[in-house]
C-alpha cells in the first residue's frame, strides 16, 4: 500500500470514527416523520431573473456514503439531519406537503418567478432514500405549479441513469430542471484523499454527458478551501476547478465555502485549531483572478454560504461590519453576475494586511 492509500485510509477511519460516535447520540422521534427537516422562501438568483427560491429539505433514511464503512465527506453533517430508522413513500409525500400547504398560496399570488429545491441528507435518485414512484408523485405535484419554473434536484453521479432521467424528463418538460452535483474539485486527489468522496471525475463526466443529451442543465457544486489546503492552495484548486467546468459548458456552478458541521471531521480539525474557515478575502480572489465578465454570459456563479460571517463558516476577522460588507458584496455579485462588486474592498479593514501574510500558512 503506497502512502497515499496509506493516508486516505487513516482519513476515512477517522471520519467513520466520529460519525458513528455522533449518531449514537442521535435519538429517533416519530413524531417528525411527516415533517420536512426546514422549508424556505426567500428572494434568489434564478437562470435568467431575480425571482424567489421555494426550498423543501427532506427528511430521509440518510446518504448510503455517510452511513457506510468509509463515514462520508470529511465536511459533511448533513447525516444529522437523516431519520436512521424507517421512512415510508407515505411520509416522504406527507412532508412534501406539508411544506407546499404552508407556502402555496404565497407562490401563487407572487408575481415573482420561482426555483423550487429539493434537498435530502444524501441524493434525490438514490431509491433507499427516495424511492422511483415517490419521485414520480412528487414530478406530478410540481408540474401543477405554474409559478415555478426551474426545479433543482442532486444526487451523486452514479445514481444519475437514463430511467431517472427518463421520469424527470416526463413530467417537468415544461420546466428548466437543473440537477446538482457535489464534483467538490476536479482534483482526484484533493476529493477522495482530503475530502474522502469515493467519486472519480470519469463518474462525474459521464453523468454530465448523459444530463446534457436530454437537455437537463448541471449545477457543479465546488467546496472552497476543503481540509489540508491552505488559503493560497483553495483559490488555486477551485479557480482551476472553474476553469474546467467553464469548459465543459456547465450551466452553473455553486461555490461552497466550507462550514464546519456537527459531527464531521472538519469539526474535528477546527477544534485542535489545524483547520480555519476560509476568508472572504480568498473567496474574492479566486473568482476575480479566474473569472472574467465574458464568462459570466455562459455560466451562472452561484455562492450563498451557510454560517457566513461566523466563526464556523467563510469570514474575516472578528469585526462584524467587515464580514457584513463581504457579504453584502458577494451577494449583489450573486444577483448582478457583475465582477466588479467584488471590488472598493481593499481598505475597508486592517485584517486584509494579517490576511496576507497569513495565507500561505492558514
Given at each position: 500500500?503506497?502512502?497515499?492509500n496509506i493516508?486516505?485510509?487513516?482519513i476515512?477511519?477517522?471520519?467513520?470514527y466520529?460519525?458513528?460516535?455522533s449518531?449514537k447520540?442521535?435519538?429517533?422521534?416519530?413524531?417528525?416523520l411527516?415533517i420536512p427537516?426546514?422549508?424556505?422562501?426567500k428572494?434568489?438568483?434564478?437562470m435568467?431573473?431575480?425571482?424567489?427560491?421555494?426550498?423543501?429539505?427532506?427528511?430521509t433514511?440518510?446518504?448510503?456514503?455517510?452511513?457506510g464503512?468509509t463515514?462520508?465527506?470529511?465536511?459533511?453533517?448533513?447525516?444529522?439531519?437523516?431519520?436512521?430508522?424507517?421512512?415510508?413513500?407515505e411520509?416522504?409525500?406527507?412532508?412534501?406537503?406539508?411544506?407546499?400547504?404552508?407556502?402555496i398560496?404565497e407562490?401563487?399570488?407572487?408575481?415573482?418567478?420561482?426555483?423550487?429545491?429539493?434537498?435530502?441528507?444524501g441524493?434525490?435518485?438514490?431509491?433507499?432514500?427516495?424511492?422511483?414512484?415517490?419521485?414520480?408523485?412528487?414530478?406530478?405535484k410540481?408540474k401543477?405549479i405554474?409559478?415555478?419554473?426551474?426545479?433543482v434536484?442532486?444526487?451523486?453521479?452514479?445514481?444519475?441513469?437514463?430511467?431517472s432521467?427518463?421520469?424527470?424528463?416526463?413530467?417537468?418538460?415544461?420546466?428548466?430542471?437543473?440537477?446538482?452535483?457535489?464534483?467538490?474539485?476536479?482534483n482526484?486527489?484533493i476529493r477522495n484523499?482530503y475530502?474522502?468522496?469515493?467519486?472519480?471525475?470519469?463518474?462525474?463526466?459521464n453523468a454530465?454527458?448523459?444530463?446534457?443529451?436530454?437537455?437537463i442543465?448541471?449545477?457543479?457544486?465546488?467546496?472552497?478551501?476543503?481540509p489540508?489546503?491552505?488559503?493560497?492552495a483553495?483559490?488555486?484548486?477551485?479557480?482551476l476547478s472553474i476553469?474546467?467546468l467553464?469548459?465543459?459548458?456547465i450551466?452553473?456552478?455553486s461555490?461552497?465555502?466550507i462550514?464546519?458541521?456537527k459531527g464531521s471531521l472538519v469539526?474535528?480539525?477546527?477544534?485542535?485549531?489545524?483547520?480555519?474557515?476560509?476568508?472572504?478575502?480568498?473567496?474574492f480572489?479566486?473568482?476575480?483572478?479566474y473569472?472574467?465578465?465574458?464568462?459570466l454570459?455562459?455560466?451562472?456563479i452561484?455562492?450563498d454560504p451557510?454560517?457566513?460571517?461566523?466563526?464556523?463558516?467563510?469570514?474575516?476577522?472578528?469585526?462584524?461590519?467587515?464580514?457584513?460588507?463581504?457579504?453584502?458584496?458577494?451577494?449583489e455579485?450573486?444577483?448582478?453576475?457583475?465582477l466588479?462588486?467584488?471590488r472598493?474592498?481593499?481598505?475597508f479593514?486592517e485584517?486584509?494586511?494579517e490576511?496576507?501574510?497569513?495565507?500561505?500558512f492558514?
Amino acid at each position: 500500500m503506497n502512502q497515499d492509500n496509506i493516508n486516505r485510509t487513516f482519513i476515512s477511519e477517522k471520519i467513520k470514527y466520529l460519525r458513528d460516535k455522533s449518531l449514537k447520540r442521535k435519538k429517533l422521534n416519530k413524531e417528525l416523520l411527516n415533517i420536512p427537516v426546514a422549508y424556505w422562501i426567500k428572494e434568489d438568483r434564478l437562470m435568467n431573473a431575480i425571482g424567489k427560491e421555494f426550498t423543501v429539505i427532506l427528511r430521509t433514511p440518510g446518504c448510503y456514503w455517510a452511513l457506510g464503512e468509509t463515514g462520508g465527506c470529511s465536511m459533511c453533517g448533513y447525516i444529522e439531519d437523516a431519520y436512521l430508522g424507517k421512512i415510508t413513500s407515505e411520509n416522504l409525500i406527507e412532508q412534501f406537503e406539508y411544506a407546499l400547504n404552508k407556502k402555496i398560496e404565497e407562490i401563487n399570488q407572487d408575481a415573482s418567478p420561482y426555483v423550487l429545491k429539493i434537498f435530502n441528507s444524501g441524493s434525490f435518485f438514490d431509491k433507499r432514500e427516495i424511492p422511483e414512484k415517490t419521485a414520480e408523485i412528487l414530478f406530478k405535484k410540481i408540474k401543477e405549479i405554474p409559478n415555478i419554473k426551474e426545479v433543482v434536484l442532486e444526487s451523486r453521479p452514479e445514481f444519475i441513469t437514463e430511467k431517472s432521467v427518463n421520469l424527470l424528463t416526463q413530467y417537468l418538460e415544461d420546466k428548466y430542471v437543473e440537477i446538482g452535483i457535489g464534483i467538490e474539485t476536479i482534483n482526484d486527489h484533493i476529493r477522495n484523499s482530503y475530502i474522502n468522496k469515493g467519486l472519480k471525475y470519469d463518474t462525474f463526466l459521464n453523468a454530465v454527458d448523459l444530463l446534457k443529451n436530454y437537455k437537463i442543465g448541471i449545477k457543479a457544486y465546488l467546496l472552497f478551501k476543503p481540509p489540508f489546503l491552505t488559503e493560497q492552495a483553495a483559490i488555486d484548486d477551485c479557480g482551476l476547478s472553474i476553469r474546467e467546468l467553464i469548459n465543459l459548458n456547465i450551466e452553473t456552478i455553486s461555490i461552497n465555502p466550507i462550514n464546519i458541521q456537527k459531527g464531521s471531521l472538519v469539526e474535528y480539525l477546527w477544534h485542535q485549531k489545524r483547520y480555519r474557515p476560509p476568508w472572504f478575502y480568498s473567496l474574492f480572489e479566486c473568482l476575480e483572478q479566474y473569472l472574467t465578465q465574458n464568462d459570466l454570459k455562459n455560466v451562472r456563479i452561484l455562492s450563498d454560504p451557510s454560517g457566513a460571517g461566523t466563526q464556523r463558516g467563510i469570514h474575516n476577522c472578528a469585526n462584524y461590519e467587515c464580514n457584513k460588507l463581504m457579504q453584502e458584496h458577494l451577494r449583489e455579485f450573486v444577483f448582478s453576475q457583475d465582477l466588479k462588486r467584488l471590488r472598493d474592498i481593499e481598505d475597508f479593514c486592517e485584517c486584509k494586511k494579517e490576511y496576507e501574510l497569513k495565507m500561505n500558512f492558514l
